[in-house]
């Protein structure tokens, strides 16, 4: 079987999702090539007439199409022309595209009365069309597998994570960008701004933009700036407790545990919001502290950054935790759900060609 498969980037959700599990799965033998986005019109191309695509041709030899967050309308339309030639397309998906809140900038350009060639609704219309569906979490699995054909694939992280080496300390602080997260800091109230009043280092990894507004915070904190993929595990260890909010949104309800499941696979024991998949994470793996009002945030996070005992037992116990969650523990998954979108889509072809 071999599988060809189209990352959507080469940040975090074309690594997370697909690129990790397919360089550990091709290094383990399967016949897995990786098209990256740079690469994409000449792994796959098409012809179109009066403005529709008519004809798409995928890279010889192809059993297996993977395609990620598809939200462009004609690359939604060559799934059933790809299908039609006996071609099984697993379409990735990981967030509920059809709830993002206007703050985000993603909304403008997602919204199907926009100017660009991207929506939603093509997200929706390539799962639908698809032979299988992959997501990150149970409610999107209903969200864009009520057909029946799809799988929860859960975010990991590679195993090399979990040996990187961390020098502790009380150092405060939250990977990730404004820009994208527009209203998720805000849920911590004024509790990192009570902090870093008493003394506490807050430290960003990522562009410390907004930041300091979104937390109102007396001091603008530390930033890292921008981090690339390859180093981010790395970075993220520098922090000494983690904070890990979300706002409560239909939005949210969805997200995956990635974000404190990176923090507690490189020994930053993290608080967070108790939203379904963080809860689960905590509940059933023991990774991080939970808080949900500000009054909760200040007290849990001050904890940590005071009590070293505290802060190495949470630390010990969420690495623990992050270890049931590799990418080379639970390949397997992601090699089965391509299996079984082989196994329907040759069915799908034999009853085809019967008629």
């Given at each position: 079987m071999k599988v060809s498969v189209f990352a959507a980037d080469l940040f975090g959700c074309g690594y997370y999702r697909l690129i990790f599990f397919a360089k550990h799965l091709r290094a383990q033998g399967h016949n897995v090539t990786i098209i990256p986005p740079s690469n994409r019109r000449n792994g796959l191309t098409g012809e179109m007439k009066d403005g529709?695509?008519?004809?798409?041709?995928?890279?010889?030899?192809?059993?297996?199409?993977?395609?990620?967050?598809?939200?462009?309308?004609?690359?939604?339309?060559?799934?059933?022309?790809?299908?039609?030639?006996?071609?099984?397309?697993?379409?990735?998906?990981?967030?509920?595209?059809?709830?993002?809140?206007?703050?985000?900038?993603?909304?403008?350009?997602?919204?199907?009365?926009?100017?660009?060639?991207?929506?939603?609704?093509?997200?929706?219309?390539?799962?639908?069309?698809?032979?299988?569906?992959?997501?990150?979490?149970?409610?999107?699995?209903?969200?864009?597998?009520?057909?029946?054909?799809?799988?929860?694939?859960?975010?990991?992280?590679?195993?090399?994570?979990?040996?990187?080496?961390?020098?502790?300390?009380?150092?405060?602080?939250?990977?990730?960008?404004?820009?994208?997260?527009?209203?998720?800091?805000?849920?911590?109230?004024?509790?990192?701004?009570?902090?870093?009043?008493?003394?506490?280092?807050?430290?960003?990894?990522?562009?410390?933009?907004?930041?300091?507004?979104?937390?109102?915070?007396?001091?603008?904190?530390?930033?890292?700036?921008?981090?690339?993929?390859?180093?981010?595990?790395?970075?993220?260890?520098?922090?000494g407790v983690g904070i890990t909010p979300l706002a409560i949104t239909r939005f949210n309800n969805s997200k995956s545990w990635l974000k404190p499941l990176e923090k507690a696979s490189v020994g930053v024991p993290s608080v967070m919001s108790p939203l379904p998949e963080y809860a689960r994470l905590h509940r059933d793996y023991g990774v991080g502290v939970l808080a949900e009002k500000p009054t909760q945030w200040y007290r849990e996070v001050k904890r940590l950054a005071e009590d070293e005992a505290w802060r190495h037992e949470v630390s010990e116990r969420s690495r623990a935790g992050a270890a049931h969650w590799t990418v080379e523990a639970n390949s397997w998954r992601v090699m089965e759900a391509w299996s079984e979108a082989f196994k329907i889509q040759r069915s799908h072809s034999s009853v085809f060609a019967r008629r």
């Open positions: 529709r695509l008519i004809s798409v041709t995928p890279p010889p030899g192809t059993d297996v199409i993977v395609l990620q967050r598809v939200t462009h309308r004609p690359v939604a339309d060559a799934i059933p022309l790809l299908r039609a030639q006996g071609v099984a397309v697993v379409v990735d998906i990981d967030d509920d595209l059809l709830a993002i809140a206007p703050s985000n900038p993603a909304w403008e350009a997602l919204h199907p009365k926009s100017r660009t060639e991207h929506d939603w609704e093509s997200a929706s219309m390539a799962c639908q069309r698809a032979t299988m569906v992959t997501v990150s979490t149970p409610s999107l699995l209903k969200i864009y597998a009520a057909h029946g054909r799809g799988v929860v694939i859960p975010n990991c992280v590679p195993e090399l994570f979990l040996s990187m080496q961390r020098v502790d300390s009380g150092v405060i602080g939250w990977g990730g960008s404004v820009h994208s997260h527009p209203d998720d800091l805000q849920v911590v109230g004024p509790s990192m701004r009570r902090l870093q009043s008493e003394g506490h280092i807050f430290q960003v990894v990522g562009p410390g933009d907004g930041v300091k507004d979104a937390l109102a915070l007396p001091n603008e904190p530390l930033a890292t700036g921008n981090v690339n993929i390859e180093d981010w595990a790395a970075t993220l260890s520098i922090l």
